[in-house]
């Protein structure tokens, strides 16, 4: 089953490059989620969350690049929240490698809130600059 599923209620930015790109993180949370919470092997699950998070750092690049040709007034408060779910997910990452930590269905949650409050909040903010 998804841990989440994207909406249009919830998570539509009206941008498309964002939509595209969000719907494409949601399904490779997905299938890391399904990996961890079904018992795959540790090696199938390492790819999933390091495939995910290089995913997520390229899509962040992708809006804040586009966010700043458009000289988006509300640039550097996006930024920190992305600079700081990051920062989450690099010490996941370099935890779960050395053998110190897992992805646990927590781990999907925490990412699933942080999507379902991060777009609507934010990402919905810079329809008309980023569409202008």
């Not at 925490?110 to 909040?121: A, F």
């Amino acid at each position: 089953m998804a841990l989440i599923t994207w909406n249009a209620e919830q998570h539509e930015t009206k941008v498309a490059f964002a939509d595209d790109e969000h719907k494409i993180l949601f399904d490779k949370l997905n299938k890391l989620y399904d990996l961890a919470t079904g018992g795959a092997e540790r090696s199938n699950i390492g790819s999933a969350l390091d495939d995910l998070i290089a995913y997520v750092v390229e899509h962040f690049a992708h809006e804040e690049k586009e966010m700043q040709a458009k000289n988006y007034a509300g640039y550097v408060a996006h930024k920190a929240e992305h600079d700081a779910l990051v920062g989450i997910c690099a010490g996941l990452q370099t935890k779960f490698h050395a053998g110190e930590g897992d992805v646990t269905a927590d781990t999907g949650a925490l990412v699933k809130g942080w999507l379902d409050s991060h777009i609507p909040t934010f990402d919905r903010a810079y329809e008309s600059t980023l569409n202008s």
